[in-house]
Nanobody
């Protein structure tokens, strides 16, 4: 029943910006920790940014200061604002949801972000 639908990916030049959105349904959104992961060709999936149900955030070192994760519980949506994009940010970005106190993981379908001249 949990469904995560992503939008906002696309092609952008180095130094540009994108905002990814993940709309959630089928759950009590405010009780879930949310996160963005990414996977580049030939590489393992990595955690990019996370936000707890209480609003605490964390980032992988490579994006800290450039990316911002936020959530709007009234809209059941989590965002990833990406600024100063670099070619190495090119990847498929996935939305993830985890209920508090449980090991379950739910994933979106992924959205392609390509940073290239």
């Amino acid at each position: 029943q949990v469904q995560l639908v992503e939008s906002g990916g696309g092609l952008v030049q180095p130094g540009g910006s994108l905002r990814l959105s993940c709309a959630a349904s089928g759950m009590v959104f405010s009780r879930y920790a949310m996160a963005w992961y990414r996977q580049a060709p030939g590489k393992q999936r990595e955690l990019v940014a996370g936000i707890s149900s209480g609003g605490t955030t964390n980032y992988v070192d490579s994006v800290r200061g450039r990316f911002t994760i936020s959530r709007d519980n009234a809209k059941n949506t989590v965002y990833l604002q990406m600024n100063s994009l670099k070619p190495e940010d090119t990847a498929v970005y996935y939305c993830n949801a985890r209920p508090g106190g449980m090991p379950s993981n739910y994933w979106g379908q992924g959205t392609q972000v390509t940073v290239s001249s």
